[in-house]
Structures are given as structure tokens and as C-alpha cells.
């Protein structure tokens, strides 16, 4: 799709914006809805730093799956849902992905960590292509330098797909 107004749903809020035909999604959360959780490594695709989920209604329901916000452009968000990590402790309270990376010491700069939360927390939701997966395939597309990604795959087993 081209450039102009788009809409979408954050949170379960309708947020309209109007958009460049390739401006990014990451840009978007980072500099325009101050949704800085979502972090920019490569900006290319490849190490997972940005990953939200985008989701497709379908009636009540949702289908999610775990994109990378970097190569995203706005205007494919348009009629769509989305979901960055700041969505899993919307109450105050955090999501047992979360929790579990704490308690596993899966995150040490930190730099990563939301990137695998998204990852892991939509294998916890069904998000598309996790269902009987293993946990080091869903994190396939995240790249970590500094835990050695055991503490990781723990945290992720430790919730319940
Ligand atoms: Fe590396 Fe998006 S910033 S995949
Ligand atoms: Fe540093 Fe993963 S904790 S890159």
C-alpha cells in the first residue's frame, strides 16, 4: 500500500497517523509514539532487537505473529493490530515471560531483551509458526552477545505455549 492515513489498533486504542510509503514501524513507536522499548539494533531484519507482533483481527479473535518493526513500513499496519513489550505490562504488573528472564538472569545489557520478551511472548499467545515449536526456533531471529542463550531457552520453556 501506498503512503497517507493509517490506522490501527495499540493496545486495543485506535491510533491513526498518516505515513510515508516506506517509513518504518520501529521509527513510528520510537520517535513518534515514544514507545522506546522497542529497541533498534541492525535496522535490517536481522537480529530480532525490534520485534513486536502484528496482528490480524479475524472476528473476536486475533492471528498474531512476530515481525520485525525495522523492515515494517507504517502503511502495512493499516486495519491491523499491534503489540510492542510495553502491551505486556500495560497493568503494572509484569507478563511471566518477563518475569522469567529476571529470574533466569536471561537479560544482562539488556539491549536484546525486549526483542526475545515479543519473541517468546507470542509463543505464549499462538502466534503464527510457534505452535509446537521448540523455544530455540522461536527465538531463531533474535540475536543475544552476552548470554550465551541458555538462560534464554530456560525462561521460555518455563512458560506455558
Ligand atoms: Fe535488527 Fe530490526 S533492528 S531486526
Ligand atoms: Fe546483551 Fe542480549 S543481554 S545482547
Given at each position: 500500500p501506498g503512503g497517507g492515513n493509517v490506522s490501527f489498533l495499540l493496545d486495543g486504542e485506535i491510533v491513526s497517523v498518516t505515513a510515508g510509503a516506506t517509513d518504518s514501524v520501529l521509527d513510528l513507536l520510537r520517535y513518534?509514539?515514544?514507545?522506546?522499548?522497542t529497541k533498534e539494533g541492525?535496522?535490517?531484519?536481522?537480529?530480532?532487537?525490534c520485534t513486536v507482533l502484528l496482528g490480524d483481527p479475524d472476528g473476536e479473535a486475533v492471528n498474531w505473529r512476530a515481525v520485525n518493526a525495522c523492515i515494517?513500513?507504517?502503511?502495512?499496519?493499516?486495519?491491523k493490530a499491534l503489540k510492542t513489550v510495553e502491551s505486556l505490562s500495560a497493568g503494572g504488573d509484569l507478563h511471566p515471560v518477563q518475569r522469567e528472564m529476571i529470574d533466569r538472569h536471561g537479560?544482562?545489557?539488556?539491549?536484546c531483551t525486549p526483542g526475545f520478551v515479543m519473541s517468546l511472548y507470542g509463543r505464549s499467545v499462538g502466534a503464527?509458526?510457534?505452535?509446537?515449536?521448540p523455544v530455540a526456533d522461536v527465538i531463531a531471529g533474535n540475536l543475544c552477545?552476552?548470554?550465551?542463550y541458555g538462560p534464554i531457552l530456560e525462561a521460555g520453556e518455563a512458560v506455558p505455549a
Open positions: 513518534k509514539l515514544r514507545r522506546t522499548g541492525c535496522a535490517e531484519g536481522d537480529c530480532g532487537a515494517l513500513f507504517v502503511p502495512m499496519l493499516d486495519g537479560s544482562q545489557c539488556g539491549f503464527a509458526g510457534t505452535t509446537g515449536e552477545r552476552c548470554t550465551g
